[in-house]
């Protein structure tokens, strides 16, 4: 293999990305605590301003149980099967038993501090990551994750799952008893990778037909607007362009087009496309229309290499900062299309993205990606301080083994068979 930059492994060859992986499970272990996992900061310690959030929790024990499917060497200190066994099977009882679960009305709460409720609200997008956690878990063979599985998707069905507008609704108090107004593609664009991961994980079929359904419907919505999809729905899914206009950073509802969810409805779009029965050529090109338009919009948009945050309707820079979780997303959708297509400007794309993630992203003492940059490609914290997400970063650095699989779970577990 040739050497990388720094007289290394080729960035995005197959020992890079070993590499990588193993690095970030090192990074990543150190956010276990009795509740779960906790919010990392830069140096990879627990940091205390953050409450134990359901979705890190769900995250890093997907990547756990990732981890112990692939069983790549470890990093120096970092954990070996057993103790990433353990870790897994911490954060799948942590979700059974420990106190982000609301044991009177069910599902999980948002966030809980020193082991009482923070957040109370029950969150699509973080209920996504508990049937994709259960799902992966399930996989790995981590005790008690069927049983995890089945309430994830008992909660799913009752509470989230719209069937007259093939959507899922956004959040709800903690008592099940009012529902926010508010109806977002993030949670539903998570909630596609979780019904994938169920149904790849033998939860049935009627998971991966929701998916479409929801997919159907961003196709359309996209379609419309030059391949930039709207982010931000009224209870009746019609859009609202202007939603969060005086907050165009916010991290979980920006302003305008994230490119980022360009790039990962893309990959979920392929996905959807070539694990049926046949290959669905509508999906296909609109997952390759979905990443042209954010590759064109989104890289080197304001002059300096990297991915813009977010831009308005016409395709302009609204937030210049470069997220880590983008640039992972463009190398798995470039993987996935590249694999699909064969044509070449992906395998291209994909080489500028690792070399990009090599020179800025990946931190040369191991501790994990750098989780944002400002427009000049310096460290920065505008909307996500601290290092709190292995999860973008781990399937980024698993893609190019499993371009094919309905999940990357299921992906992993093909090799043993």
């Excluded at 990305?17 to 970030?24: G, I, Q, W």
């Excluded at 719209?162 to 903690?174: K, L, S, T, Y």
């Excluded at 070449?344 to 191991?366: K, N, P, S």
Aim: aromatic share 10%; proline share 6%.
């Amino acid at each position: 293999m040739s050497p990388g930059p720094a007289g290394g492994p080729l960035p995005g060859g197959r020992d890079y990305r070993r590499a990588r992986r193993a690095e970030l499970l090192r990074f990543a272990q150190g956010s276990r605590v009795p509740e779960g996992f906790g919010y990392l900061d830069d140096d990879g310690a627990v940091d205390p301003a953050h409450p134990v959030e359901l979705y890190v929790t769900c995250r890093m024990t997907h990547v756990f149980s990732l981890g112990l499917l692939a069983g790549d060497p470890p990093a120096p200190g970092g954990p070996g099967p057993g103790e990433l066994a353990d870790l897994a099977a911490h954060g799948v009882a942590a979700l059974l038993d420990g106190p982000l679960r609301d044991a009177e009305h069910g599902g999980w709460f948002a966030a809980v501090r020193d082991g009482s409720v923070e957040t109370s609200t029950k969150q699509a997008y973080a209920h996504a990551f508990v049937v994709l956690v259960a799902s992966t878990a399930r996989t790995a063979g981590i005790p008690r994750a069927d049983e995890l599985l089945e309430t994830a998707l008992a909660v799913q069905e009752r509470r989230f799952w719209d069937e007259e507008q093939g959507m899922v609704v956004e959040e709800w108090d903690a008592s099940w008893s009012e529902l926010d107004p508010y109806r977002g593609i993030n949670s539903a664009m998570h909630t596609v990778e979780a019904y994938l991961a169920a149904w790849a994980a033998g939860a049935g079929p009627r998971w991966r037909e929701r998916a479409l359904r929801i997919a159907g419907r961003v196709v359309g919505w996209a379609g419309e607007r030059s391949w930039r999809i709207p982010e931000h729905f009224d209870t009746a899914w019609t859009p609202l362009p202007e939603h969060h206009a005086d907050r165009p950073a916010d991290p979980f509802r920006p302003y305008g087009a994230t490119v980022g969810h360009g790039l990962e409805w893309a990959r979920l779009l392929v996905t959807l496309a070539t694990t049926g029965e046949q290959t669905d050529s509508t999906l296909l090109e609109a997952g390759v229309h979905l990443a042209d338009r954010a590759v064109a919009d989104g890289w080197a948009a304001d002059g300096q290499d990297g991915f813009v945050y977010t831009t308005d309707w016409a395709g302009r820079p609204v937030v210049q900062e470069r997220m880590h979780w983008v640039l992972t997303e463009a190398i798995a959708t470039s993987t996935v299309l590249h694999w699909v297509t064969g044509q070449a400007r992906h395998a291209t794309d994909l080489e500028r993205w690792w070399r990009y993630a090599d020179r800025y992203l990946v931190d040369a003492d191991g501790r994990s990606w750098r989780h944002e940059l400002d427009r000049h490609n310096r460290p920065s914290a505008r909307t996500w301080p601290g290092r709190p997400d292995a999860y973008h970063a781990y399937q980024a650095s698993l893609v190019a083994d499993v371009p094919g699989a309905a999940s990357f779970a299921a992906g992993v577990a093909a090799w043993s068979r």
